[in-house]
């Protein structure tokens, strides 16, 4: 069974940081694509970062370039977001999704989510 949970969440002040863990079981962690995803009440769910199978490749949506960072250790089938300068508009629950295929976070399995909230 395909288990990701997700911890790290919590709630900081406007430009503090968080990080965010994702520890994977049930499948082998170094094979799958892995996104992380947020969701704000009343809003869509958005890609926040993708990172490949080795961690060679990774991007940003455009809103944390240069925020956060994402990174992957196979050997502890755990993925990470390094979260800083946070602002009010990163909070949202934040999920890890493991995908096949670039693009497909939106129908592929992801975890019960962290909550991080930022307050102004």
């Not at 520890?23 to 769910?45: I, N």
């Not at 961690?55 to 940003?60: A, D, E």
């Given at each position: 069974?395909?288990?990701?949970?997700?911890?790290?969440?919590?709630?900081?002040?406007?430009?503090?940081?968080?990080?965010?863990?994702?520890?994977?079981?049930?499948?082998?962690?170094?094979d799958?694509?892995?996104?992380?995803?947020?969701?704000?009440?009343?809003?869509?769910?958005?890609?926040?970062?993708?990172?490949?199978?080795?961690?060679?490749?990774?991007?940003?949506?455009?809103?944390?370039?240069?925020?956060?960072?994402?990174?992957?250790?196979?050997?502890?089938?755990?993925?990470?977001?390094?979260?800083?300068?946070?602002?009010?508009?990163?909070?949202?629950?934040?999920?890890?999704?493991?995908?096949?295929?670039l693009?497909?976070?939106?129908?592929?399995?992801?975890?019960?989510?962290?909550?991080?909230?930022?307050?102004?």
């Amino acid at each position: 069974e395909v288990q990701l949970v997700e911890s790290g969440g919590g709630l900081v002040q406007s430009g503090g940081s968080l990080r965010l863990s994702c520890e994977a079981s049930g499948y082998t962690f170094s094979d799958y694509m892995m996104y992380w995803v947020r969701q704000a009440p009343g809003k869509e769910l958005e890609w926040v970062s993708y990172i490949s199978e080795s961690g060679r490749t990774i991007y940003y949506t455009e809103s944390v370039k240069g925020r956060f960072t994402v990174s992957r250790d196979n050997a502890k089938n755990t993925m990470y977001l390094q979260m800083t300068n946070l602002k009010p508009e990163d909070t949202a629950r934040y999920h890890c999704v493991r995908v096949t295929k670039l693009g497909a976070y939106r129908s592929s399995p992801r975890g019960q989510g962290t909550q991080v909230t930022v307050s102004s």
